[in-house]
């Protein structure tokens, strides 16, 4: 059993320390244990609690009726809400109750309800996009389990790779797109993101995945004369060595575009010669890569 201090579940839950703290005074809605210097630890039922507390109050309830519940009413309501197929407003914490019970069947569906009601694009902006940011916190804490981040991830990388592939390939005639991570690097979601909306924008794209040693790609690149290459770098890496990358690509391949998003560009702020496209948006994403 977890024992997580209320920085923690406001961390996992996106619920204020404070909220808690009016919570458990005001309702009794949590009894955490203490530790002999009185710091509150919250177990795996609080959390999952509280999960499904921040999901009922999204749909309307006040926290004062949710009060009145007990667990197994609160269970019922929120096993109502998740089965509604009519139910396409998906939010980060239906997500997080399916990945911690494992349960492949309702991630999928949310994910595909969403899609189906709102667009990819719309859908990994407000969805899948935040929910990987919380599941990588939580997985880097230590509060979620790693095996539930691989699985909540792999169910995406499947989904997206299942889009991708039911996408007739654009004539070759059409600009071509190689997309690639570099060596070392094995987040893939967000290329495989691109790759989607590339194919949907009518590009040709290939595909080379993770951790692309730079001579092998630019050996191909050199055959097939991309029009583009985009890549996404999430691991931390010495700026120099991002730079040293990139001008590798740019003396050999002086007439290709070079694309890159993630973590080091964005978060990180990683200070890119001019030649480097970064795209840290979506509207940047459409801008670099317009439909055909």
Known sequence: MGKYSIKDVETLTGIKAHTIR??????????????????????????????????LQQKGFKISQIARMN?????????RILSDKKNTNIGVEAMLIATSNFNETDLKQYIERSVEAKGIKAIYTE???PFLARIGALWQSGILNPAQEHFASNIIREYLFTQINR???????????IFYLPEGEYHEITLLYCTLLAKMARYKV??????????????TAKNLQPWALLTSINKRMPNEDVTSHF????????????LVTGYQVNA????????????????ELDKAIPPQ
Not at 71 to 79: F, M, R, S, W
Not at 206 to 219: K, R, S
Not at 248 to 255: N, Q, Y
């Open 22 to 55: 009016i919570w458990e005074k005001r309702f009794n809605l949590f009894t955490p244990s203490r530790t002999d210097t009185n710091i509150r630890k919250y177990s795996d039922e609080d959390i999952r609690l509280a999960l499904n507390i921040s999901l």
């Open 71 to 79: 667990a197994a009413q609160v269970d019922v309501e929120v096993k």
């Open 127 to 129: 969805l899948i996009s």
């Open 167 to 177: 996408i007739e390939q654009a004539p070759e005639s059409n600009p071509l797109i």
């Open 206 to 219: 290939i595909y080379l995945g993770q951790t692309v040693p730079l001579e092998n790609l630019i050996a």
């Open 247 to 258: 001008a590798s690509l740019k003396r050999a391949l002086p007439s290709t575009l070079l």
């Open 268 to 283: 990180e702020q990683a200070t890119l010669p001019g030649y480097v496209t970064t795209i840290s948006s979506q509207d």
